[in-house]
């Protein structure tokens, strides 16, 4: 088992999502982050001005997979989320040793 975080723009929620609908059907977890790459909060336009955004806000999404379906996981997000502009986020993989699900005992990949 694999944990797959992407960091995302927010409004590629939607298209990520739907490009998982079929792949994946456990669960996953979202949360609202803030957070700056490698050009540390870029300076945005805004009404003819610019101006430095120090955290730009984005959507962080976490999701445990089978190792058989990391690869294609990856791929569908990568090509849902890509704008090619600066910005587009990241993605951390990460092993899973154990999982639980609480209310029936199941273990591992029969948990996700
Ligand atoms: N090394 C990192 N560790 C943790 N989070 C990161 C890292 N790099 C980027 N992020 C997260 O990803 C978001 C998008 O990063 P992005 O600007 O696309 O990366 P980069 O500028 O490095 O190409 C950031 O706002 C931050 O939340
Ligand atoms: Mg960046």
Redesign the pocket.
């Known amino acids: 088992m694999q944990k797959i975080e992407a ?1 995302i723009r927010p409004e590629k929620l939607q298209t990520v999502k739907a490009a998982l609908d079929d792949l994946h059907h456990g669960g996953m977890t979202l949360t609202e ?7 540390r909060g870029i300076t945005e336009q805004w009404r003819g001005r610019s101006f430095a955004v120090e ?2 806000t ?1 959507v962080k999404i976490e999701l445990v997979v089978n190792d058989a379906d990391v690869d294609t996981v990856i791929d569908r997000i990568v090509e849902a989320a890509r704008t090619g502009e ?5 993605i ?1 993989v990460s092993a899973i040793t154990r999982a639980i699900r609480i209310r029936t005992g199941e273990r591992d990949e029969a948990a996700l």
């Open positions: 960091i982050v803030r957070g700056h790459g490698v050009q955290y730009l984005k600066v910005g587009d986020g990241k951390f």
